[in-house]
């Protein structure tokens, strides 16, 4: 999980221990230290917070110390905020598959506003767990599902994709033999099945290949809306195709097969084969 | 070959179960609230399509020759495939007429029904909180689907929203009557706004609603609603 760091802290220095004869405004020194919000903000300082506009404080040094901490994430349950992870090419770098505009606005706008939502539901459950209110909590999951559902797909879908100048389908390892264990036919039946399914998804969704801890196999299959692979089937995501319209309405219109078909061309085999490694050293 | 041709000729003969509707508009009306382009692929390309195949899943079934929406009640669950069709091609058709190049804003009693302003603020106490809830209704749809102004049989209205090709017709109870609808699957609002939702949903409600249809089919709730048993 994420800790922002909280970068200011400072000291509140008691003016009333102060002699009284020594009345020059507070000398209050900012102390910057670089400390998790997990450290630094407790209960007990964050009750502490109201106290602090009463303090000897030149006003605007307490206001600003004030906010930042009611506004700081919470410490021991929650303190998460998810971030839009860079991607590791440039807008441009998918193209002819997938273009420029398309990429700026689907990670930028679309898996963003993902990001945004989430840090919002996560900060208001938050609240909601801390005063056990269970009507809220339920109430909140649509959201959750949603917003944390798109932000964890599309950061799994971006670290599956490249330039198609280094997209290569692997010639031995552990990718292609559980593929050739799953289609007789190999990479090519296994891309006819999962493009087959993608296309076919009804209104919004996800194309999957999958790994299958209990069998030790790999699978096909698709998931509605942003319902993430593993919270709703158990499996472990390897491969994911967007097939939401936003992901290819900018460049083949509602001609989905088109995109599904290119999208074969800049699949980053190395990370799948990698995201399958890992889940196989499950067992 | 001859086989797949036969089965064209076959359709073709038998006349199809249901035609693409032509656009109550010209492709270039709801400019700039919505571009031609947009009306010429969602009209020609989308919609087309639910209706093409919805008569391809239905030619030589018992289902061939019956109303869309009774092709929609008969195969809401047991039917998907032919289902989302169906009900896509009805609610593409129906969402047409909702829109007209001067629309939008506040209904007004002269112009359009004294019933529609009654009922709008029986039920959502004004007009500006039938508005809210309603593009709530449209934002919030996770996904593809359609946002809804429906009616009971007393001409109590609600907002729903749906997901995918789901239509309130087909919600237990008498409840729903569709009357005003809102398509937002991406591509009803992509090429002109991009992710930015709200803001064609906002330009649906402010400028395209078709008040005029609303009310025809607010009536028409309230007269079959006399009749049923």
Redesign the interface.
């Known amino acids: 999980s994420l800790s922002r760091a909280i970068t200011t802290t400072y000291h509140i220095i008691n003016n009333n221990t102060q002699s009284q004869h020594h009345r020059r405004p507070s000398t209050n020194k900012i102390t910057i230290i670089t400390m998790s919000a997990k450290q630094i903000i407790t209960p007990a300082l964050r009750a502490a917070s109201i106290h602090v506009r009463s303090s000897n404080l030149s006003p605007a040094l307490s206001k600003s110390a004030a906010a930042h901490l009611s506004t700081a994430p919470a410490g021991g349950g929650g303190g998460v905020v998810h971030t839009l992870p860079d991607l590791r090419y440039d807008y441009a770098a998918l193209e002819p598959s997938v273009s420029a505009e398309t990429m700026e606005?689907h990670h930028s706008?679309?898996h963003n506003?993902y990001v945004t939502n989430l840090n919002v539901a996560m900060e208001k459950l938050d609240a909601a767990v801390s005063k056990g209110d269970a009507g809220s909590i339920i109430g909140l999951q649509?959201a959750l599902k949603?917003n944390g559902g798109g932000h964890l797909n599309h950061t799994l879908f971006w670290e599956n994709l490249c330039p198609a100048g280094e997209s290569a389908v692997p010639s031995g390892g552990a990718l292609k033999d559980a593929v050739e264990a799953r289609w007789k036919g190999g990479f090519e039946e296994m891309k006819k099945e999962v493009g087959a399914m993608s296309v076919g998804v009804?209104?919004?969704?996800w194309g999957w290949l999958g790994f299958n801890v209990k069998t030790g196999r790999i699978e096909a299959t698709t998931c509605?809306?942003?319902d993430p692979l593993q919270a709703t089937t158990g499996l472990v995501p390897l491969l994911g195709i967007d097939v939401?319209?936003?992901a290819y309405?900018?460049d083949y219109?509602?001609v989905r097969p088109n995109y599904v078909n290119a999208i074969w061309d800049i699949i980053n085999w190395k990370t799948v084969e990698e995201r399958l490694v890992a889940a196989q050293q499950q067992k | 070959q001859i086989f797949s041709i036969l089965s064209i000729l076959a359709v073709v003969a038998h006349g199809a179960t249901y035609d693409l509707p032509p656009l109550p508009f010209g492709t270039s009306s709801l400019k700039p609230m919505i571009s031609k382009k947009t009306l010429q692929i969602h009209h020609g390309k989308h919609h087309a399509k639910y209706v093409n195949t919805l008569n391809a899943l239905v030619a030589g079934t018992s289902l061939e020759n019956q109303s869309l929406e009774k092709i929609i009640k008969a195969t809401h669950k047991s039917k998907p495939g032919i289902f989302n069709n169906a009900a896509q091609a009805w609610n593409h058709s129906f969402y047409w007429k909702c829109m007209t190049p001067k629309g939008g804003g506040m209904p007004n009693e002269n112009k359009h029904s004294k019933l529609l302003c009654d009922k709008i603020n029986a039920s959502f106490g004004s007009y500006d909180n039938f508005r809210k809830e309603f593009a709530e209704a449209a934002n919030t749809a996770f996904g593809s689907g359609w946002a809804w102004l429906v009616s009971d049989a007393k001409g109590n209205l609600s907002v729903r929203k749906t997901i995918g090709a789901d239509n309130p017709m087909v919600s237990s109870g008498k409840c729903c009557i569709p009357i005003l609808t809102c398509d937002v699957w991406e591509h009803a609002y992509y090429l002109d706004y991009a992710n930015l939702r709200p803001s064609y949903v906002d330009t649906f409600l402010d400028k395209l609603v078709n008040w005029e249809f609303v009310a025809e089919n607010l009536e028409r709730a309230v007269d079959s609603g006399k009749n049923w048993s």
């Open positions: 606005i706008k679309h506003t649509g949603f009804q209104g919004s969704g509605p809306n942003q939401w319209e936003h309405y900018v219109r509602n």
